[in-house]
């Protein structure tokens, strides 16, 4: 390899994984210009032209990836999630049985930590879109569906507790909350939403419990000390 071009390639990748994706760009399209024939470059390129918003731009570079590579499980899943986004749901579901071979739902548990947490994150980013706009029946709906890749995310749990609380489904906030707290009880976050969701409730003795006890765990907690010193009377 030229060294010029192994120059780029080295620091291209180091400004990707580092998510410098800017800086990585010049670099990696200096790569391809003179070898086209790198499946990870055009991967990493179709990762950073879709976190650009460059959807369709992203899918050839990820189909491009695949054609080299016809293995390359990371480049599938992200064409499979950038096919969803242009709302080509038979491609995407097409790439889903070309790599992992069946378009049952047991094929879930098939699918090793990496990619079940790389899917899980997905559909997080997208529920934490929704949200963003304030589509929260949307947002619920992808955070299960991360939750049933990987039910042990707590913070994606507590994501969704806070937007059933915020949707007036306060019952299931709870029942998530509380899942949470028999999981991980030392997961301070979900505590604190617990807490408030409780105080929705109008059972602010049991709030007054779970704030208490992220106090005892962070003394320099302020927003409890707040809810707790609100809720003295």
């Known amino acids: 390899m030229d060294p010029l071009i192994k120059h780029h390639l080295v620091v291209g990748r180091e400004y990707y994984l580092t998510g410098e994706y800017a800086k990585a760009r010049?670099?990696?399209?200096?790569?391809?210009?003179v070898h086209d024939d790198y499946a990870d470059v055009h991967n990493m390129m179709g990762v950073i032209l879709y976190e650009a918003g460059k959807s369709a731009e992203a899918c050839a570079a990820f189909e491009r990836a695949l054609a080299l590579n016809a293995r390359y499980t990371e480049a599938a899943l992200n064409l499979s999630v950038c096919y969803n986004e242009l709302g080509r749901y038979d491609d995407a579901k097409r790439v889903y049985i070309q790599v992992y071979g069946s378009s049952d739902s047991g094929d879930l548990n098939?699918?090793?930590?990496?990619?079940?947490g790389k899917i899980a994150n997905m559909h997080r980013d997208i529920a934490d879109a929704y949200v963003g706009v304030g589509l929260m029946e949307?947002?619920?709906?992808?955070?299960?569906?991360?939750?049933?890749?990987?039910?042990?995310?707590?913070?994606i749990r507590t994501k969704l507790a806070t937007v059933l609380r915020d949707a007036g489904r306060l019952d299931e906030a709870l029942d998530e909350l509380i899942a949470i707290r028999e999981m991980a009880p030392?997961?301070?976050?979900?505590?604190?939403?617990?807490?408030?969701?409780?105080?929705r409730a109008k059972r602010v003795a049991e709030a007054r419990i779970e704030w208490q006890f992220v106090i005892d765990h962070d003394p320099k907690n302020r927003s409890c000390r707040v809810y707790l010193g609100m809720t003295a009377d």
């Open 186 to 199: 030392d997961y301070l976050q979900a505590r604190v939403q617990l807490g408030i969701t409780l105080w």
């Open 26 to 33: 010049e670099h990696l399209e200096a790569v391809l210009r």
């Open 138 to 155: 949307h947002a619920i709906k992808e955070y299960r569906k991360a939750l049933q890749l990987c039910p042990t995310f707590v913070d």
């Open 110 to 116: 098939q699918l090793d930590a990496y990619a079940r």
